[in-house]
Structure formats: C-alpha cells, structure tokens
Nanobody
Framework: QVQLVESGGGLVQAGGSLRLSCAAS????????MGWFRQAPGKEREFVAS????????YYADSVKGRFTISRGNAKNTVYLQMNSLKPEDTAVYYC????????????????WGQGTQVTVSS
C-alpha cells in the first residue's frame, strides 16, 4: 500500500500561484510514477500532470501546459505541482496519485489516491 497526503490548496485570485505537495509513505517512492488529477463539481476526474519514477519525463494536459510544473523529490518522498497564472476554470479538488507504470491519462488505471485538496480560483 502507498499512502498519499496532499497539502497546499486554498483560495487564490486569478493570475496567482499555488504550490501543491503530496507526501507519500508505505512503499519505495522511487518505484512509482506520480500524477495529479483534478475534479470540478459535476465533472469527471481529469488528468493534470504526471512524472516518471526518475523524474526524467513529465506529461501535462493541454489546458495546463506552460502554467503548471510537476516535480518530485525522491529523497523526501514528495511530489509537487507548481501552479502559476491560475484561472477560475482551474478550480477543483486536486488529487495526488501513484502507479507502478503511470503512463495513462485514465484515472481508472492509477492504483493509489490521496484524499484531495481544494483549489479555488476567484475571478
């Protein structure tokens, strides 16, 4: 089992920035690709970004490319999502996820999930 705990969400004005963190425990962190998904009210959970086990490869949804940056610190068992130039449409609950493969944008193919952290962007 992998336990994931997100932090860093909150309320921010449009154009502002937030940095989400996800602390992992339970298994060897570097064995897992890590990802971030989000879910807005009334919408399906959608892919935001993912990063490979070594951190060499990153992937982004088109809607966040150029504004969000995913990174990981394997020594700290933590993955981050730096979110800049936030827009009201970024408002959602953001979930951290882990998977031994982690190449899919389908949330159903990721093994472990955190409880989520709310991000609200006001206009």
């Amino acid at each position: 089992q992998v336990q994931l705990v997100e932090s860093g969400g909150g309320l921010v004005q449009a154009g502002g920035s937030l940095r989400l963190s996800c602390a992992a425990s339970g298994r060897t962190f570097s064995n897992y690709a890590m990802g971030w998904f989000r879910q807005a009210p009334g919408k399906e959970r959608e892919f935001v970004a993912s990063i490979s086990r070594t951190g060499d490869s990153t992937y982004y949804a088109d809607s966040v490319k150029g504004r969000f940056t995913i990174s990981r610190g394997n020594a700290k068992n933590t993955v981050y999502l730096q979110m800049n130039s936030l827009k009201p449409e970024d408002t959602a609950v953001y979930y951290c996820t882990a998977d031994s493969v982690g190449r899919s944008r389908n949330p159903g193919l990721w093994d472990y999930w955190g409880q989520g952290t709310q991000v609200t962007v006001s206009s």
